[in-house]
Each structure stands twice: as structure tokens, then as C-alpha cells.
């Protein structure tokens, strides 16, 4: 469903980067791969020329405005196109109440979770407005919840969701649609881990910390990396090519708009 298409994707990481890039690689598209870490860049790389389709490596910090130039650039000199900006890089603040975080580590966080899904879309606005292609921002259930540990995180995840909304807005009348993804706790190796350490302090086991995480879904389990990353590459298909300024949660029912 993607089959000639030049999907950009950042925040190229284990979990659901490798889970994005491998399976848009499946779907037919050609990869520009983005995070900082060059290493784990040609390890994806090596994933999707596995899969038959090309990749483009490009180090890259997207907070920076001449790397996020030089991106799009290299980008056009490769594939001479852009059909979708998965905008996935993201950071984490403290976990602790929103009123003890300090301010430079907050700034940090909306710099990458905000700002710079914000200034990569305007840099790729004129090739995604050549192809009437999409932007993709990943998200997180963290917006609908009220936890005092995840605030700061809720914080510019929140920005984010209102960001896309406007991005939505201004781009439609050139063709571009802008949709954001919105997953709840992903079963894979960094929760995984979580989970491993709640068990630890809590003195219960890595199981029974899953199965208190998925009581609150309707289907009684958490979803797969591969499985957040299909639904968000429907946004990126022809299939949903009347849809723009949406959230879709991906969260095995947890919660219902």
C-alpha cells in the first residue's frame, strides 16, 4: 500500500522506530532513516534493504535547524520526493510532579517532542505538498490521563496534539494531511523492562504487573510495536486519503473518544 513511496521517518530507536521502518519497508516504501545515532541508523538500514526497498541513512539532530535543512536535502537528492514524515523522536522529562520539574528540562522536552515535529513538517511542506502526502505524529495516551509521573510528558504531548490540529488546518488547501497516532503502553523491550522493575519494587511478578496494565483495555492486553506501527502507516496510505486532523488511538480499547 505504499509501493513508491518515500516515507521519512524520525526517531529511528528499538521498539516502535524499528517497528515503523520495517514494516513501511513491507508495505512497498523507500526509508530516509533519521535519529542521531548513526550505528543504529545502518542497522535499520540493513532491515529494510533486506525487505527489497532502499534507505537512506541521515544523522541527524532534528532540534537543529541546518541538520534539519541538510535532512531535506540530501532527502530530494536521493529519492526527489517526500510522501510522508513520520514524526516518531521523542523525550521523556522527569517523572516527577509537574510543579518540581525544573524548567531547562522541560524546555528539552518540547524542543523534541514539539518544536521540532513542528519545524521539520515546514521544511518538508513543499515536497509533501508536491506529492499531496501526510505527516504522521506520534503520540501517546499520556494526553488522557492524570497521573502526577507523567506530567511533564503529558505536557508536550499535549502541545503536540494541538499542533497537529493546526498543522492540519494550515496545510489542507495544499493537498497535505496531518493525523496523529496515539498509542497506550506498548509491549516491547523498554516496558518490558518498566514492568520488570515495578515487579522488582512491588514485590509481584512481571506478569501480574501486564495484566494490571491491561485490565483497563477492552481486548485484556497491550499492543505490539508491529501492531501500533500498521495502524499509523493507514494514515499514510491511500485508504485514508479523506482523513486529516485525526488522533487514533492505538491502545487496545483503554480509552473511548
Known amino acids: 500500500m505504499l509501493r513508491g513511496k518515500v516515507v521519512v521517518l524520525s526517531g529511528v ?3 516502535l522506530g524499528r517497528a515503523l521502518g520495517e514494516e513501511a519497508a513491507r508495505m512497498g516504501a523507500d526509508l530516509v532513516l533519521v535519529s542521531r545515532t548513526e550505528r543504529r541508523l545502518e542497522k535499520m538500514a540493513e532491515v529494510v534493504r533486506g525487505l527489497g526497498r532502499r534507505a537512506l541513512v541521515v544523522p541527524c ?3 537543529d535547524d541546518a541538520a534539519r535543512v541538510h535532512l531535506v536535502e540530501r532527502t530530494l537528492e536521493e529519492f526527489g520526493r517526500v510522501d510522508c514524515l513520520l514524526n516518531n523522536a521523542f523525550a521523556i522529562p522527569p517523572m516527577d510532579p509537574i510543579t518540581t520539574i525544573g524548567n531547562e528540562a522541560l524546555r528539552a522536552a518540547n524542543e523534541t517532542n514539539v518544536l521540532a515535529p513542528l519545524r521539520l513538517t515546514a521544511a518538508c511542506a513543499d515536497a509533501l ?4 502526502g501526510s505527516v504522521i505524529m506520534l503520540n501517546s495516551c499520556v494526553q488522557f490521563s492524570s497521573q ?5 510528558y ?5 502541545a503536540l496534539a494541538h499542533l497537529a490540529s493546526s498543522l492540519a488546518t494550515e496545510l489542507g488547501p495544499r493537498g ?3 493525523n496523529s497516532v496515539a498509542p497506550s503502553y506498548i509491549y516491547e523491550d523498554v516496558n518490558k523492562a518498566y514492568f520488570d522493575w515495578i515487579a522488582s519494587e512491588s514485590g509481584r511478578t512481571h506478569d501480574e504487573v501486564y495484566a494490571e496494565k491491561a ?3 477492552d481486548l485484556k492486553r497491550l499492543a505490539s510495536p508491529g501492531e501500533v506501527a500498521r495502524a499509523a502507516l493507514f494514515l499514510a496510505t491511500d485508504l485514508a486519503s479523506a482523513v486529516t486532523g485525526q488522533t487514533l488511538t492505538v491502545d487496545c480499547g483503554e480509552f473511548h473518544s
Do not use: F, Q
Not at 502526577?148 to 511533564?152: D, F, T
Open 13 to 15: 530507536g528499538p521498539g
Open 61 to 63: 539532530d532534528i532540534t
Open 129 to 132: 505538498a508536491d506529492t499531496r
Open 148 to 152: 502526577p509521573e507523567y506530567a511533564g
Open 154 to 158: 503529558k505536557l508536550s504531548k499535549g
Open 176 to 178: 497535505i494531511r496531518v
Open 215 to 217: 485490565a483497563p483495555t
